[in-house]
Every structure is written in structure tokens, then in C-alpha cells.
DNA sequence: CAGTATTCTTGCAGTGAGTGCAAGTTGCAG
DNA sequence: CTGCAACTTGCACTCACTGCAAGAATACTG
């Protein structure tokens, strides 16, 4: 469903396509040539583009590599989340906000997989990729504030956004292993399931 | 232990000064006019120093803000984890392995703190630090996959880095809340029982 | 369909981060 | 004092990234 969804809109259309014609193109020629011997504006010449335009779609030239974007969940997710749902329990609760993210976040899977890979040979993609996870964990943690009210935790917000962000990289990690197998949100319990299981060592 | 230490050699000690001192301007600097608002050049030259020399000294302005630096274990410490030691329980010789590392992490508190206050003015310091704090993940995982011919595990190392830079993280953000009582390792177990409390909710 | 509003692209000019190099300075050992 | 190694500095350079204003493409209205 993520790949898809075309826009009847041809404005829509254009901008999708020049998105990600820019990540086709940095994912290429990075993965050529290495990060830094790549500069933004041959990624903008190869696409079709202008230096300039590169800066509308992009904020910076790891972001384009990564194919980074906002991602978020849907209302209804979000609310039942706040209002203290959908178990009541907090661990499960989680589980079920973390899962609506995933389905959010892999766009495009072949896009996504190159950028794994680049991630391995680029070290400095991996901090950019991090400090984006870091953004949604901050949104978590916006949703755990608010759900604090409705039902309160004796753990820190903190804490519990670690764990959160926890599971939705081992959640990612695990379906790249699995080779992209169904979706990411399928590999949550195994996730869970493996921090309990260190945690009862 | 680490706030002091002084260098009996010239050269370690002037180097250590200007370290601090690259770090006070830059810190006081960012504080008055925002990240954006200084440039290296006026940090440099508050502390004295050509703007080449700071570039001797950190990657970037925003490594000097945060006063970034390597840290590491000591290798008694590292030896025993790889091998499987000190109790061979994996949750346990973790904790062990992550005081080991905080032991060595904030070489100036009061620097340590006026980094924490700047970060939640300039949030691309949070990203800056998180990425710091990867590194030091992922030295931890190393030394997991180290350990790991002499003593297996079922769980994954990237579940286990997690938690380990879970652990470090939410211990320092526990001294930090204590107002930086006794050491950060001290705050260990409150952030292992916070994380079981989730866990067994 | 014509005309207008809106949105997007682009060139231009500029700031400032960060780097390699080579020459100078400073501390250190014999 | 002398030669050595480490460190600092200026210089020249590349390139990421930004604001602005003009122009092009697209959408909207009657």
C-alpha cells in the first residue's frame, strides 16, 4: 500500500517522481563512488534538476541518500493510544503504537535496502538515520505524555520511549533479516520476545 | 578522578586547557546567540586560538559545544566481559560492562551539564550527542561479539547493544535528574529496575 | 477558454564549515 | 645548544546550504 497510492493530482505526481528520482540518483552514484566523493549537485544534474530544487525536496544530502521523510500514525491509532487503549496495558499498548508507525515507515523497499547497504559502507548515514529514529521516538514520547493523564505509569517517559524505539529498530532489523518478509510490523513479537528473554537471563 | 588528573607534562596540560577552553567559549557563545548565531571562528578566537587549531581539536562546532570526546572501558574490565565474565549472566556482566563506560564518561560535570541545557534549546545537538552515543553502542557491540565464542547467547547483539545503550543512557539521565548526586553508574539499577517494571507490567 | 492565483523551479550571490598543505613555533631530549 | 617531534597557523580551496526574486508550470474561477 506504501509503494503504491498514486496521486490523480499531476502536481502530486511530479513530486513524487522527482523524490524519488533524487534518491535513485544519490543511492547510485554514493553507492559509486562513496558519500563524499559525490557532490549535490551532480545527484541534481543526474536527476534532472537543479542544485536549488535539490533543497526543496531535501534537507540535506544524507537525508536524500536515505530517502528520509516524515512519517507519522494514523488519528485513530494515535487516539486510542492517548486514551489509554487499546489493552489498557501499557507493554501491549505499546506494541500496538510501534506496529502503527511500521506501517508507515518503508515507503519504498528497494530504496529502503539500498540505504541499509549504503548504511554499512557510509558510517555517517548510520548517525543521520539515527538521529531521524530519534525524531519519531520524540513523537512517541509526545503520545506517552499525553496518555499519562488518562492512565498513569510509575515508569519514566524516557525509559519508555527507549523501549519503544527499541522495537521499532529490532522490529526493522529483523525484517531486513528475514529478507523483507511480509511486513516490518509482522517481526514486533519476535522483537519483544527477544528483549524478554535477555531481560529474564 | 576525572574532573582533575593534572598532566605533570606541558604539553598534555596545555592541551587539556585548551580543550576546556575551546569548549567554555563555545558553550557560552551558543548560549547567548543560538548555534546558528556563532560562528567557529568567533569561538576560536574567544579561546584564543586560530580557527585551524579548533579543527585540531573537534570535527565540528557542534562536537565542541557538546565537549565530545572518545571514551572507553578499562581493559580489565573488557577483558573479563569478553571472556564471559563476572558472573556469566549476560543481563548482569552488562551492567557491569555499561558502569564500566560510565565511569568514563563525563570528564567535567559542570560542562557535562550546561551540554544537557543547551540541547534542549538547539535540538540538533540531541542528534549530535545521540550519534556520539553510537558510537560508544557500538563499541559495546563489539565486545559482545567478542564474548560471544565463549559465551553464547540467544539473543541477538543488536537487541543486547540496545539495551546496553538503553541502560547508559537512561542511568545518565537519572543522575542528571538527582541533580548529579554520587556518580552516574550509581543510577544503574534504578534504570535496570524501571526496565524490568515495564517489561513485567 | 481566458485570466488570475498559487505553487514550484531556478539562477545568483553570499555565508561559513571543513580540509590539505607548507611554513613557522614551541616544547623536549641528549 | 641542537636537532627532533608535536603543534599551531595562515592560505587557498571546495562544497553544503540559504534567501531572494524572477520566471515557468499548474490549478482554480467565472
Given at each position: 500500500m506504501p509503494t503504491s497510492a498514486p496521486p490523480s493530482n499531476a502536481r502530486e505526481r511530479q513530486k513524487r517522481e522527482r523524490r524519488l528520482a533524487l534518491i535513485e540518483a544519490a543511492q547510485r552514484l554514493v553507492g559509486e563512488r562513496g558519500l563524499d566523493d559525490v557532490t549535490v549537485e551532480e545527484i541534481s544534474s543526474a536527476a534532472g534538476l537543479s542544485t536549488r530544487t535539490f533543497f526543496n525536496y531535501f534537507d540535506s544530502k544524507d537525508d536524500a541518500v536515505l530517502g528520509i521523510q516524515e512519517i507519522g500514525v494514523d488519528a485513530e491509532v494515535r487516539a486510542q493510544f492517548v486514551s489509554g487503549?487499546?489493552?489498557?496495558r501499557l507493554m501491549s499498548d505499546l506494541e500496538a503504537l510501534v506496529a502503527g508507525f511500521l506501517d508507515h515507515a518503508a515507503p519504498n523497499i528497494e530504496q529502503g535496502e539500498r540505504a541499509m547497504r549504503l548504511m554499512i559502507a557510509e558510517p555517517r548515514l548510520v548517525q543521520r538515520h539515527i538521529a531521524w529514529h530519534q525524531r519519531v521516538v520524540a513523537e512517541l514520547e509526545a503520545l506517552l505524555s499525553e496518555r499519562r493523564t488518562a492512565r498513569p505509569s510509575p515508569v519514566d517517559d524516557d525509559t519508555i520511549g527507549m523501549v519503544a524505539g527499541l522495537l521499532l529498530r529490532a522490529s526493522a532489523l529483523a525484517w531486513a533479516r528475514s529478507g523483507?518478509?511480509?511486513?516490518?510490523?509482522?517481526?514486533l513479537p519476535e522483537a519483544v520476545a527477544q528483549l524478554r528473554l535477555l531481560l529474564d537471563d
Open positions: 487503549g487499546p489493552t489498557g523483507y518478509e511480509g511486513d516490518a510490523a509482522a517481526h
